[in-house]
Structures are given as C-alpha cells and as structure tokens.
C-alpha cells in the first residue's frame, strides 16, 4: 500500500506564500480554481519583481553602465535557469517572448517562407483558438492544407488516424497541445513527434497547460518547438519562451524588425544578429523574464514530482465528489489527464453555475475555454471548469461542491 | 407607465431582498416569466454576441410602441433581459432613446454593466436602443 502522498507536500506552509490566497470575494474566503487560464504568484517572485524595479531597473545588452550590466546578467541567468529546466542544448534556444501564442505566432510566421501550396499541415482536434487560427492564417497565405487529427468521445486523440491517413511526405509541420486547456488530457507527443520525424516534418508542441503539471525534457522528448507561459508556472502575465532547436531556429526568418535582433544596419542591408537575438526585437520584459526564472524555481523547490502526485490526488477526489452529484457529466475522461476538470450539470447553462459560484467565492471559468471546436465536438454551449494547483486542499472542493449543490438548487 | 415609473417600481421591488441569493432567486423567477420570442426570429442576425450565453432580442412596431421579445440560453441572463424588457417593451421609441439606465446600479446588478461581464448587459442595452433608433427614424 501507498503511504499518503499528500504528505510529500506541506499545504498550509505553501499557502502562506500566495499572499491572494487570503483575501475575500463577496465576502466568502476565495477559493480559486482557475488554476488553468493563469497560476497565483507565490511572495517569492513578487519579492524578484519589487527588486528588479527596486535595485536594478535598466535596459540591458547594450549599456556599459552597472546598472545595465547587472540586469543584463539577471536577466540572461534567467534564460539559463529556463535551460535547465527544459533540459535545452543550448541557452541560445531559449527564445523570451510575450507568452505562448506569441511563441506560436513566431513559428507560423517563420513557416510561411518554408511552405508551399500543397504542402500539409496537421493540427490536433482539442487545440486552443491561438493554436488553430495563425495556422489557419500561414495555410491560406501558402495554399497549404490544414489537416486535423480526431478525438474520442473520452477526449483521447486518435492516433491510428494520425498515423495511417494524415501524416505523409507532404506533412511539413504537426501542432498539438501537451496537454488540452478545456479537457486535461496529456497528449502522447513524444509518439506525435517521432512518427512526424519519420516523414521529415516539424512538430511545435504547446506546452502551456503542461508546465504547471510536468517538466518537458527537450531533448528527451526530441522537440523540435515547445512554447509555454509564465503566467502559468507561478509568474507574470506577458512572459513565456519558446524553445526552438537550433537549426530550426537558423532556418526560420526573424519574426519582427527593431533594435537588438541586428547585427549591422545600412538602408542598403541589414544583417540579423545570432540566436537568439534574432527573435528578440525590441526591449523585452526583462522583470518578466527573470521572474519567469523565479517562478520555475519555486516550483521545482517544492518538487514537480511533488506536485504531480500531490494534484493527482485533488483530481481523483474532485471527480469522485462531483460524481455524485446528481446529472453531472464530466468531459474529457483520458487515462492520462492533468488536474482540470470539465464539467456540467443537467441542463444548467455553464455561465448560470459560474455566476453562482463567483457569489460564493468559487472562482471556475466557464465558457468554450477558447476551444470552440471542443464544444462544437460534444454539442454543448461550453462547460464549467475547475482547475486545481499544489496549493489547493480537499477543504476547497468540498467548499466547491456545496457551491455546486447550492447552484443546482436554485437553478433547476 | 413611463419608464421611469417603472424603473421605480423594480427598484422598489428588488429594495425588499435582502442578500444576493434573494436577488438572484427573483431573477431567475423573471428569466423564466419572459416573453419568449418566436423561434423565426432566433436568428444568428438576433443574436447579441456576448462571449458566454447567446441572447435574441427582436422589436415589433405595434401602432406608435416597441415591443420587445427575447430569450437566452442561460438563466440568469434572461432574467436580466426580462427586467430590461418590463423597462422598455410597450414604449414609445423616442422615449426607449431617451431613457436612462440607472435603475440597474440600483437594484445591485451594477457588476453586470462592466464591459468585461460575459453576459452582454451593456450590449444588450445598446441593442434595445438601436432598434428604438431605427423604428423613430421609420415613424419620422
């Protein structure tokens, strides 16, 4: 028998990090469960931010000056701290940019001088908007054709269509979330970029509901693309990176044109700085950036492991609560699945629920979760979705599912 | 009526409730008495796009007065439509233009105006006074 995993994690001292987790809404404690669309931010990284403004608040690279050098240092350990973390080969694979779909946008812009009318492109049916529109966008600028792989009515992606009728040697490029946003289901990609390899084709893998959950290894994993955001590893809003492996990085065209992704300039020609300079136009978020690194930092200090096992038993013991409630429907029932919970109740429309709860100081988002396809796939309006973190306790769900029992009641 | 008899009297109304659950409960009861619209009329061109529940509104001129129908696939935001419509259906235009929309900060539904709400209060508001716009400019 397994001793108690929770014990491996120490809840109420990780709770007196997440100052928000202490204040009211409506005059109810907050419980917060809209762990998936961004995480809290522990003391920690809120210290790291109130210091870079505080001590060394400078733009960075090009300044002989301390204060620029002292930034430019924090900031470039931060791009090595992101390194490790993803295991990547390189730091200058490490891409800063504003977050995921601006990492997405980066590759797709990139593709379009790489593609070519007839060439295919693969996308997995359970991908967020900002995973399927600049697709949309590089197919109709290069007459590409977008191709998609289906998902079970469990919310598993099938992958023998994969295999046996998408991919060909016309596939240049596949996508696919690590982990879906609406369903929680943790795709098979090393499986998705082997077979994609098999036919000389890129894979981009949207890691932006994974890193909160599981430590992608780069190299490991052979990635080819791996975009996440800060927001979700317990740091600021407008920060991620992309990790892009060298020589596809060299391939891609620099997506913006400004200050710092140069080497020389003259109105004749202008030659573009190395990696990973070249896509990084512009004054970045330096604060952002090293704050990111802090954030990944306090993560990894309590363990992913931890983490993994300790969400793991929050998911199972939300399910089986919510299971009992009666005509609720969970979707997405992957074996494998982070811990986000999709779910409705009866007839009851999603945003009915979520505005209840919110007056019970249940914070769940409601909605298509910016993945119509998903719902279009069920036939449902959208769904209710409780997403859980390591600072969550079963005190919370249970709080959650008397909100849920109350809404039901006064609703149907 | 006037309208603003009637906003009075929904203010009068929701004065009685003393928490939010009160509120809500009434709410939902109005969502459920709402003056449906046909089903002709649930039309994508209808609808008011907010970004969570759809909303349908459609006018018909009845002599010199607006009458409104509506419906919603959420509940609580057809019990916001139905307090719009008591409000403004069975008026003239020129008076649904005229109107303003302060009775709603004063039942306590104020979080409900902010343009970052999903349920569309704001656009539905704008909705119910373009179609007055447009019927005045119909009447001369």
Known sequence: MQPSRSIMINVTNIRKDFPILNREVNGKPLVYFDNAATSQTPQQVIDVIVDYYSNYNANIHRGVHALSQEATDKYEQARQTIQRHFNAAKAHEIIFTSGTTHGINLVANGFSSLLKKGDEVIVSAMEHHSNIVPWQMLCERTGAILKVIPMSLEGELLMDVYHNDLLSEKTKIVFCNHVSNALGTVNPIKEIIDAAHKVGAAVLIDGAQAAPHIIADVQALDMDFYVVSAHKICGPTGEGVLYGKEEWLNKLPPYQGGGEMIAEVSFEKTTYADLPHKFEAGTPNICGGIAMAAGINYMNAIGFDNIASYEHELLEYATAQLLAIEGLKIYGTAKEKTAVISFNIGEIHPYDIGSILDKLGVAVRTGHHCAQPIMDFFKIPGTVRASFSFYNTKEEIDVMIAALQRAKAMLE | ?140
């Not at chain 2, 649930?42 to 969570?52: A, E, L, R, S």
């Open chain 2, 1 to 140: 009526m006037t309208i603003k008899e009637i906003q009075a009297d929904i203010v009068d109304e929701f004065s009685m409730f003393e928490d939010w659950m009160q509120r809500y409960e009434y709410m939902i009861e109005l969502g459920k008495s709402l003056p449906i619209i046909q089903e002709q009329y649930k039309t994508d061109d209808n609808i008011i796009k907010g970004c969570q529940s759809k909303v349908w509104v459609h006018a018909d001129l009845e002599v010199d007065k607006l009458v409104f129908t509506a419906d919603s696939d959420a509940i609580i935001t057809k019990g916001i439509i139905a307090i719009l419509i008591r409000a403004f259906s069975n008026q003239k235009p020129q008076d649904i233009i005229d109107a303003d929309t302060n009775f709603i900060d004063e039942i306590g539904l104020k979080e409900h105006l902010s343009p970052t709400r999903a349920n569309g209060l704001v656009s539905m508001i704008k909705q119910i006074k373009l179609y007055a716009i447009a019927y005045q400019t119909q009447l001369g």
